[in-house]
């Protein structure tokens, strides 16, 4: 059982990680959405617009199976071998932020428990979707960019689907992948 201090000290914990959470996911959000967002606005007529981001929320909707069915490989090791680690360090509750918490907090853990266990893997999904509904989206900006001769912007809007999109999406079935490895783990050591 939790004794006050440590579940004041976890709740203290829990609020500087969102603190340091939140730099990555502004900074990326900023960088990547701004130049899509400003062609949207002033590149395409904005019926484009809307209908491209209701064709990217459809698939959205789909249930968590059609997203195990897309995922890249059922290791890690594919994930790895395309830099998914490397960014893993970088991105929200990744290894740099993590450490920088633990200095403070010696006993933090993004997952404490079963409970916290499941919930994470459910954040796959949500965070993996959110993403996949944005590749869509980016992907049909950049071809209404290409097909209209704004061939900056096509490769621009491209390379941002990239970082922004693709690499999350990877970097979310990277983790799911791992959690569920530890969740097998504990079954099976569980008397």
Same mark, same amino acid.
């Given at each position: 059982?939790?004794?006050?201090? #440590?579940?004041? /000290?976890?709740?203290?914990?829990?609020?500087?990680?969102? +603190?340091?959470?939140?730099? =990555?996911? *502004?900074? !990326?959000? &900023?960088?990547? %959405?701004? =130049?899509?967002?400003?062609?949207?606005?002033?590149? $395409?007529? =904005?019926? !484009?617009?809307?209908?491209?981001?209701?064709?990217?929320? %459809?698939?959205?909707?789909?249930?968590?199976?059609?997203?195990?069915?897309? #995922?890249?490989?059922?290791?890690?090791?594919?994930?790895?071998?395309?830099? &998914?680690? *490397?960014?893993?360090?970088?991105?929200?509750?990744?290894?740099?932020?993590?450490?920088?918490?633990?200095?403070? *907090?010696?006993?933090?853990?993004?997952? /404490?428990? /079963?409970?916290?266990?499941?919930?994470?893997?459910?954040?796959?999904?949500?965070? +993996?979707?959110?993403?996949?509904?944005?590749?869509?989206? *980016?992907?049909?900006?950049? @071809?209404?960019?290409?097909?209209?001769?704004?061939? !900056? !912007?096509?490769?621009? @809007?491209?390379?941002?689907?990239?970082?922004?999109?693709?690499?999350?999406?990877?970097? #979310? /079935?990277?983790?799911? &992948?791992?959690?569920? $490895?530890?969740?097998?783990?504990?079954?099976?050591?569980? =008397?």
């Amino acid at each position: 059982m939790r004794t006050a201090q #440590q579940a004041a /000290e976890r709740s203290s914990a829990v609020r500087l990680a969102a +603190g340091y959470n939140a730099i =990555p996911n *502004f900074l !990326w959000s &900023i960088l990547h %959405l701004g =130049p899509v967002a400003f062609y949207c606005f002033t590149g $395409m007529p =904005p019926r !484009w617009a809307y209908i491209f981001l209701g064709a990217s929320i %459809l698939p959205g909707l789909a249930p968590n199976s059609f997203f195990d069915w897309l #995922q890249l490989g059922s290791t890690t090791r594919i994930y790895k071998k395309i830099g &998914i680690a *490397f960014i893993r360090r970088y991105s929200q509750d990744g290894d740099l932020i993590n450490r920088r918490i633990q200095r403070r *907090f010696p006993g933090y853990k993004v997952i /404490e428990h /079963e409970a916290s266990l499941k919930k994470y893997i459910q954040r796959t999904y949500i965070f +993996g979707r959110f993403h996949f509904m944005l590749l869509l989206f *980016f992907l049909c900006v950049t @071809i209404y960019a290409a097909a209209h001769g704004h061939g !900056w !912007w096509a490769l621009l @809007i491209g390379v941002n689907n990239l970082l922004y999109n693709l690499y999350p999406i990877w970097l #979310q /079935e990277y983790n799911r &992948i791992r959690l569920l $490895m530890i969740a097998t783990r504990r079954q099976r050591a569980a =008397p």
